[in-house]
């Protein structure tokens, strides 16, 4: 089984991250997949969320991995300084936005605010090797 994040981007900037399970989501147009929300979800847009650094409207707010209880925040007057989130505010700002490249800014504003909260990325585990089955074995409960 493989897991990878699809991203949907509109057109204003804003995007939604799902998981895709084995590709299920692949061949699915971005027009396809917005239809996928719930019917019942509200249209109107949640009160603006504040910057609890210094009070000023957030440009995004996330959550950090659910265990930990972390809301990660992007500030244009407070993490223009750091060079991932600086990176994202301008993809942000740029009407000729490129959406293939919000994977990438994402994952790295990630890692860059997650890391100011003590927190490191885990690197990917290697898969141990296995040597191929001899041929001409039967699998149990069949021949």
């Keep these: 089984m493989s897991f990878t994040w699809r991203y949907l981007v509109r057109p204003d900037g804003s995007f ?15 027009e396809e997949l ?19 650094r210094c009070g000023a409207d957030l440009l995004l707010h996330w959550h950090g ?37 919000l994977p990438h800014l994402f994952e790295d504003w990630e890692t860059e605010t997650m890391h100011a909260h003590g927190w490191a990325r885990a690197q990917e585990p290697e898969v141990p090797f296995s040597p191929p089955a001899p041929p001409g074995l039967t699998p149990r409960g069949r021949g």
């Design 16 to 30: 939604s991250r799902m998981g895709n399970i084995d590709g299920s989501l692949d061949n699915l147009s971005d």
């Design 65 to 101: 991995p659910l265990t930990i209880g972390v809301w990660m925040e992007l500030c244009v007057a407070c993490d223009a300084h750091r060079p991932a989130a600086r990176a994202f505010i301008r993809w942000h700002r740029d009407p000729d936005r490129d959406p293939a490249a």
């Design 34 to 52: 917005d239809r996928l929300r719930p019917d019942d979800r509200d249209d109107d847009e949640p009160p603006a969320r504040l910057c609890s």
